[in-house]
């Protein structure tokens, strides 16, 4: 089965809001089986809506909107789907009773007049209650067989009613479709860091000869690293696991000590395992990451067992009259430098008795550069049973970049270190 998402709100296209609906349900229909072939946004316009909703129905014939179902003259949506597939509008006293006990629940005596306008449903339509709002869901069927399905646009509710109300109904018409069982959609994700996208290709090579022609590979930058998502198109479950499990075997080989986990594993949390195997605690001492990695760490649920704690060492003072780095290595180095580096972690490791330390610091912009050292350079110090290492790297991107990747590289090195990896 294909289907198409519309996602509807001028906020989407001035991107004031992120459309995380259409993530989360790009995300649930692939893992029932169901292929999005297009995912489209428009603004709160009846004609916008109409010319999408035509679009995605000659081109597909089912079809998931999400927004524009509330009470205010800007949503417009539930209208522009009744023009489309010619089904006028009818008041519903059932929706509308629901509504106004809605509102007596919350302690509201009378319900804004504005919703009633929620309780006029398209002919024919099957309402979707909403137990987590106002607005109604409905699934609409026309003549030719095409679907339509409209969900509000609050995410909470988009959510609820999806699991609840609209999963049910479309695996009923997938099991009708194949009663032998449903073909899947299925993911397994690779998670690498410290390599470059790039670089991580020439590693890999020519997927296709690696996982097969069951399976696609796409490739997932961010600033912490290259996901690689492999994906089964419509096979039957068993076979579809299989296949990844075989795909993810070939391809692990490949991707050597950059590879720290699949699935949704956190590197924070893969470090902080690592150390616990080991009895270790691990301290940080922060200057241009200003407590990113503290903040990643205690992040994992746990995390106490392993992290005792850490230093924002943002001013010179601070580096000098808590971490023990001297004045002089201050002064003849400069505050981004190995000396500083290393003294700051072998610092923070002695004054909270840790057996593992990190330490970052650098300048991360826009302004700081010095002759030597531009924008984005950067510093780790990273100790480990007494022995501490340095590494340094000019890190691009804006400032909220350079600190990301610097509170990623430090966890990486400290990853491999401490696993033997380097």
């Excluded at 991707?255 to 605690?281: E, F, N, R, S, T």
């Excluded at 971490?323 to 490791?349: D, I, P, W």
């Amino acid at each position: 089965m294909d289907v198409e998402i519309l996602t509807v709100g001028t906020e989407l296209l001035l991107g004031l809001t992120v459309d995380t609906n259409g993530a989360d349900l790009g995300r649930a229909l692939a893992a029932a089986g169901i292929r999005v072939v297009r995912r489209t946004s428009v603004a709160d316009d009846q004609v916008q809506i109409q010319d999408a909703v035509r679009s995605a129905l000659e081109r597909t014939a089912a079809l998931v909107v999400s927004g524009g179902l509330g009470p205010t003259r800007d949503d417009v949506t539930k209208h522009a789907v009744a023009d489309v597939l010619g089904k006028p509008l009818r008041h519903e006293p059932d929706v509308l009773a629901h509504l106004e006990e809605l509102y007596r629940r919350r302690g509201i005596p009378r319900m804004p007049e504005a919703n009633r306008s929620q309780a006029d449903v398209p002919e024919g339509a099957t309402v979707l209650t909403n137990r987590w709002g106002t607005a109604p869901g409905l699934w609409i069927e026309d003549g030719a067989g095409r679907l339509v399905v409209l969900l509000p646009g609050v995410p909470a509710e988009l959510r609820g009613l999806f699991e609840h109300e609209v999963l049910p109904r479309l695996k009923a018409r997938l099991e009708a479709a194949a009663p032998a069982g449903p073909a899947v959609v299925r993911s397994k994700v690779l998670r690498t860091t410290g390599i470059a996208e790039s670089a991580l290709a020439d590693l890999v090579g020519d997927p296709a000869r690696l996982i097969g022609p069951s399976l696609t590979l796409a490739w997932l930058p961010s600033y912490e690293g290259t996901d690689l998502r492999l994906t089964a198109w419509r096979l039957p479950a068993e076979q579809a696991d299989a296949a990844l499990a075989a795909g993810a075997e070939a391809l692990r080989p490949k991707l050597g000590p950059y590879c720290y986990g699949d699935g949704d594993a956190d590197l924070a949390a893969v470090v902080l395992d690592l150390l616990a195997a080991q009895g270790a605690h691990l301290a940080v001492a922060e200057s241009c990451t200003g407590g990113i990695i503290g903040q990643r760490l205690t992040n994992v649920p746990g995390s106490s067992r392993v992290f005792s704690g850490g230093v924002i060492a943002y001013d010179n003072d601070v580096k000098m009259h808590v971490l023990g780095v001297s004045a002089e290595t201050l002064a003849e180095h400069g505050a981004v430098s190995e000396v500083v580096a290393r003294e700051m972690a072998e610092g923070v490791a002695r004054i909270l008795g840790a057996e593992a330390a990190l330490a970052v610091t650098g300048i991360a912009g826009p302004s700081g550069a010095v002759p030597g050292k531009p924008v984005g350079t950067v510093w780790i110090g990273v100790s480990w049973r007494e022995q501490v290492r340095a590494f340094t790297h000019v890190l691009p991107g804006s400032r909220e970049a350079v600190r990301r990747r610097a509170a990623q590289w430090a966890l990486d090195y400290l990853r491999r270190i401490v696993g033997g990896l380097m």
